[in-house]
T-cell receptor, first 114, second 109 residues
């Protein structure tokens, strides 16, 4: 099976812009989670979608949003970008919703905000 | 607040040395705990997980971890490390998918 794929792999934006990142889960996986990874804060959970519904949410401002489509593909949107949003954004998929499920991570999208 | 903490930020060992990386969690209720590893240039991948049953969990590549409820710990162990174990290791708990800060392991040949 193909692994989790994320597009684009690299992105440069300026402050105030918005960005949309895409994640395609492993075939058959219905849960997609998003994480932000930075050197200072480490890996932080953004949110999880399962069957097109947001199931869990981390402690991020409302500028960070997501959605999941009927084919389980997911998008994450960040509006009004700030310099501190520069990070590696990881997507992970799992068969079921979080709760003992193994997550399979993608390569990430590296976002640089200038 | 619920959290997962890792004690060691950077560990340097020689090959064949034994490894123990600490992980503590601070929440109750159902506990699902994981160790993930990120080898240089590769994706995060699961080493092992605990969600019930035998508190001693065995994972890939000879790693194991023991869930000690009384100590709120889930330490990762390996009796003899290899150069190829050089990587970053993350402990995580999925009540709200909190990851520890990670421990960078460097194994000297």
């Amino acid at each position: 099976k193909a692994g989790v794929t994320q597009t684009p792999r690299y992105l440069i934006k300026t402050r105030g812009q918005q960005v949309t990142l895409s994640c395609s889960p492993i075939s058959g996986h219905r849960s997609v989670s998003w994480y932000q990874q930075t050197p200072g804060q480490g890996l932080q959970f953004l949110f999880e979608y399962f069957s097109e519904t947001q199931r869990n949410k981390g402690n991020f401002p409302g500028r960070f949003s997501g959605r999941q489509f009927s084919n389980s593909r997911s998008e994450m949107n960040v509006s009004t970008l700030e310099l501190g949003d520069s990070a590696l954004y990881l997507c992970a998929s799992s068969l079921g919703s979080l709760g003992g499920e193994t997550q399979y991570f993608g390569p990430g999208t590296r976002l640089l905000v200038l | 607040a619920q959290s997962v903490s890792q004690h060691n930020h950077h560990v340097i060992l020689s090959e064949a040395a034994s490894l123990e990386l600490g992980c503590n969690y601070s929440y109750g209720g159902t506990v699902n705990l994981f160790w993930y590893v990120q080898y240089p240039g590769q994706h995060l991948q699961l080493l092992l997980k605990y969600f019930s049953g035998d508190p001693l969990v065995k994972g890939i590549k000879g790693f194991e971890a023991e869930f000690i409820k009384s100590k709120f710990s889930f330490n990762l162990r390996k009796p003899s490390v290899q150069w190829s174990d050089t990587a970053e290791y993350f402990c995580a708990g999925d009540n709200d998918m909190r990851f520890g800060a990670g421990t960078r392991l460097t194994v000297k040949p």
